[in-house]
């Protein structure tokens, strides 16, 4: 059913009851509106942007009448999506034998102005803003950062699974057509099927659809591209897939975990040391990746809770860690 639509300064003064003016949403925006920083990986350089208090505030305005009416292809995009985790995404391979993964190269920055247009006015029918192309090239410039998605703002993971809905389209009724399963994380895609014969044809498949939608502008990594059977390691997303079909977190997670609760238990000081920035830090740590089993496995939890005690596994599942 397609929404009833109303001029963008209506759905702004319904959302903000005069707490902010459609007068200021509409202002160009300024490098005042952004706060760049930077993160270092190896010998690449990643830029994060931050917006404003006030540019933040009029993304969330655009998440609830534009971003959350853009298309996704649901049965394969599993990333930034309520409900749904990377660990939904890895069981659909669980079957599989044979595995291709990789990731496209530069994904927020690849996806330019020009893309994100287009995005937006393929989907103009499902999204409620009535005057929806008057304000179009505004709407990029509360979007996009020099030209292309920005890291760091809330609204670029909804508009990247947007951006790739027609290319996922074509590409998961060619994989249907082949008997392959794919599923997309984000920029982590990862292909698979009973034999490997099957799978090499689906990645050049792969390479021709990403070519047709976006001309060359978004390709793979092709040094993170890689071939994977049962009977090797089996990691997708982070996670290990085994050969009964089961999926667990990977070894060295488990070993810094139960590193963690045994120097926790046994020897405080050493755990307290195990990060430079101290012990609230370290039970930080430990926290985020006890939930991060939570989410995978919970038969290794179990085991968890066997080895060192329910109340301590338990108190970093439930308790908030500054």
Do not use: W
């Not at 990986?41 to 917006?51: A, C, M, Q, S």
């Amino acid at each position: 059913m397609l929404p009833t639509k109303k001029p963008l300064k209506t759905l702004f003064e319904a959302m903000f009851h005069g707490k902010r003016t459609f007068a200021d949403f509409s202002r160009d925006v300024s490098e005042d509106d952004v706060e760049r920083s930077y993160i270092q990986h190896g010998d690449k350089r990643r830029e994060l942007v931050k917006p404003s208090d006030r540019l933040r505030a009029y993304h969330r305005f655009l998440r609830l009448f534009l971003l959350d009416f853009l298309p996704v292809q649901d049965e394969v995009v599993f990333s930034y999506r309520k409900g749904m985790s990377a660990r939904d995404a890895v069981a659909r391979h669980a079957q599989s034998r044979h595995f291709f993964v990789s990731d496209i190269e530069s994904f927020f920055p690849s996806l330019t102005r020009e893309i994100v247009r287009r995005t937006i006015a393929n989907a103009e029918e499902f999204v409620p803003i009535a005057d929806l192309p008057e304000h179009m090239e505004h709407l990029l410039d509360l979007l996009c950062v020099d030209d292309a998605l920005p890291v760091g703002f809330s609204t670029s993971p909804a508009l990247s699974n947007a951006a790739l809905y027609q290319f996922d389209v074509e590409f998961h009724d060619r994989c249907s057509e082949l008997g392959i399963v794919y599923t997309r994380y984000a920029d982590d895609v990862v292909l698979s099927a009973d034999d490997r014969a099957r799978v090499e044809v689906a990645e050049g498949e792969l390479n021709l659809c990403l070519d047709r939608a976006f001309g060359g502008a978004l390709r793979l990594h092709r040094g993170k591209s890689k071939y994977l059977h049962i009977g090797g390691k089996i990691k997708l997303l982070g996670m290990v897939l085994l050969p009964n079909g089961m999926i667990s977190v990977d070894t060295s997670v488990k070993d810094e975990i139960e590193t963690m609760l045994y120097r926790y238990l046994r020897d405080r000081e050493r755990f307290n040391a195990m990060l430079p920035t101290g012990a609230a830090k370290a039970e930080a740590r430990l926290a985020g990746l006890l939930n991060y089993v939570n989410t995978v496995d919970q038969s290794y939890l179990d085991k968890l809770r066997r080895k060192y005690g329910a109340a301590v596994v338990d108190l970093f599942l439930h308790r908030s860690f500054g």
